[in-house]
Nanobody, 118 residues
Framework: QVQLVESGGGLVKAGGSVTLSCSASRSIAARPNIVGWSRQAPGKEREFVAAQLSVGAGGYEYADFVKGRFTISRDDDKNIFYLHMNSLTPEDTAFYYC?????????WGQGTQVTVSP
């Protein structure tokens, strides 16, 4: 089992930046794996935001609506991965969830709220 805990959410003005962190309770270095972020806005379904493959395997994937604005990164030595969000708009307001896929297992965090004011 792996527990994931998000942090870094909050209130930010449009055009601003926020970095979310996802801390894992144990090593995330086991390969192959995928770390990623999804979000859910009020009244909408959860949607994919970004994902990154294991270190050394390369591979990033981003939803079209965040390309050029959001960046995912990971630090396997610290068992943490991040979502760096720039040029935020009110449409980015949502609950953001981190996840880890390893083989057949999938783990999710509890989420952190990001609210972008006009």
């Amino acid at each position: 089992q792996v527990q994931l805990v998000e942090s870094g959410g909050g209130l930010v003005k449009a055009g601003g930046s926020v970095t979310l962190s996802c801390s894992a309770s144990r090593s995330i270095a086991a390969r192959p794996n995928i770390v990623g972020w999804s979000r859910q806005a009020p009244g909408k379904e959860r949607e994919f935001v970004a994902a990154q493959l294991s270190v050394g395997a390369g591979g990033y994937e981003y939803a079209d609506f965040v390309k050029g604005r959001f960046t995912i990164s990971r630090d396997d030595d610290k068992n943490i991965f991040y979502l760096h969000m720039n040029s935020l708009t009110p449409e980015d307001t949502a609950f953001y969830y981190c996840y880890l896929n390893h083989m057949a297992d999938e783990y999710w965090g509890q989420g952190t709220q990001v609210t972008v004011s006009p």
